[in-house]
Nanobody, 116 residues
Framework: QVQLVESGGGLVQPGGSLRLDCAAS????????MSWYRQAPGKERELVAS????????SYADTVKGRFTISRDNAKNTVYLQMDSLKPDDTAVYYC?????????WGQGTQVAVSS
């Protein structure tokens, strides 16, 4: 079965960096686009970044453009989110998502807290 496991969250000071990993299994990872979403307390889940399967084209929410970088390693079945220049507004639970054959699959999420 499809499984997505996020890791790498934690507490970081404003201006700091974190890298989130999402390890995928149960499907042919290299064939599907992957995305990172986040959900802050009291807010709707929002798309942060996406990366396509083959060309590895990327797209970002305006709020993170220039600070976050999404990448993937198809040999390791892993998608990454490098987060730099973190702000308190980046505090949220971060989820990775795979859309496979019209269905969305989510990980359990990893908490990121940006605070001094």
């Amino acid at each position: 079965q499809v499984q997505l496991v996020e890791s790498g969250g934690g507490l970081v000071q404003p201006g700091g960096s974190l890298r989130l990993d999402c390890a995928a299994s149960g499907f042919t990872f290299s064939r599907y686009a992957m995305s990172w979403y986040r959900q802050a307390p009291g807010k709707e889940r929002e798309l942060v970044a996406s990366i396509t399967a083959i060309s590895r084209s990327t797209s970002y929410a305006d709020t993170v453009k220039g600070r976050f970088t999404i990448s993937r390693d198809n040999a390791k079945n892993t998608v990454y989110l490098q987060m730099d220049s973190l702000k308190p507004d980046d505090t949220a639970v971060y989820y990775c998502k795979a859309r496979i054959m019209g269905s969305d699959y989510w990980g359990q999420g990893t908490q990121v807290a940006v605070s001094s």
